[in-house]
């Protein structure tokens, strides 16, 4: 499955996980990600990010603009 996911700006998504990795690329915004046991990253417009199935992490909007994903699911 593909989706575009929208954040409003400051909002935080909170701790998940998916059964499938997903990979992602951020078209819009900044977005902080954290998967357990590594770093938090932080994407900028255009950057990508992959996440392994099963791995627990969270995610927020960085500023007041709206970030905008979209993620590919197997």
Avoid: W
């Amino acid at each position: 499955a593909d989706v575009l996911l929208r954040i409003a700006g400051g909002k935080t998504l909170a701790a998940h996980r998916h059964s499938s990795a997903e990979r992602m690329i951020l078209l819009s915004g900044r977005l902080r990600v954290k998967y357990d046991g590594n770093p938090a990253r932080i994407l900028q417009t255009g950057h990508y990010a992959y996440g392994p199935a099963g791995l627990p992490h969270e995610a927020t909007c960085l500023g007041r603009q709206r970030c905008t994903l979209f993620i590919a699911f197997e």
